[in-house]
């Protein structure tokens, strides 16, 4: 079954880095695009970035752009998301999500269980 | 800031019909699929509706969707307590080459 599993989350003064990791098994995991979804505390879902299954291709949300990277290691089977000068507004439980092709669009259907990333001083 | 607009909440009584809106532009749902996905307190999404109208594997008939111009629409019929959830819309949006999420609706079973 499609698994999941994210880590790397925990609490980072504002300006810092973090790097989350996304663990995948129960798929062929380098023929699946993958997303980062985030979820700030009692807010509703906001997609951060998505990169295609051979890393040609990335997205990013305009609120990370210049900030994130997404990358893959499809050796691995794991996703990656580099937060570089992180701000309050970035905490937040992050997701890493599967995404299938549905009407040509990419969009994400297995969801992790999310890690916790929290911005403060 | 989301670009699709959903009711903040919806509820029923057991047995009934509840029906949620989700309005877009053409860029994102005039354009693209729309999925659902339910929250449960305190845990992951889940896919729910895929493709307008599709139902995954395990998704029980009761939630059916639907998809009109720029806007679109989940149906949970015959509602249980154990739908008590947030639902959301989402399609991507060719504008901005980003995956949009709607605002979200909270229901609730009364």
């Known amino acids: 079954q499609v698994q999941l599993v994210e880590s790397g989350g925990g609490v980072v003064q504002p300006g810092r880095s973090l790097r989350l990791s996304c663990a995948a098994s129960g798929f062929t995991f380098s023929t699946y695009g993958m997303h980062w979804v985030r979820q700030a505390p009692g807010k509703g879902l906001e997609w951060v970035a998505l990169i295609w299954n051979d890393g040609s291709n990335k997205y990013y949300a305009d609120s990370v752009k210049g900030r994130f990277t997404i990358s893959r290691d499809n050796s691995k089977n794991t996703l990656y998301l580099q937060m570089n000068s992180l701000r309050a507004e970035d905490t937040a439980v992050y997701y890493c999500?599967?995404?299938?092709?549905?009407?040509?669009?990419?969009?994400?259907?297995?969801w992790g269980q999310g890690t916790l990333v929290t911005v403060s001083s | 800031q989301s670009v699709l607009t959903q009711p903040p909440s919806a509820s029923g009584t057991p047995g009934q019909r509840v029906t949620i809106s989700c309005s877009g532009s053409s860029s994102n749902i005039g354009s693209n699929t729309v999925n659902w996905y339910q929250q449960l307190p305190g845990t992951a999404p889940k896919l729910l509706i895929y493709?307008?109208?599709q139902r995954p594997s395990g998704v029980p008939d009761r939630f059916s969707g639907s998809k009109s111009g720029t806007s679109a629409s989940l149906a949970i019929s015959g509602l249980q307590s154990e739908d008590e959830a947030d639902y959301y819309c989402a399609a991507w949006d060719d504008s901005l080459n980003n995956y949009v999420f709607g605002t979200g609706t909270k229901v609730t079973v009364l």
């Open positions: 493709s307008n109208n």
């Open positions: 999500a599967r995404s299938r092709l549905w009407g040509g669009s990419a969009q994400p259907d297995y």
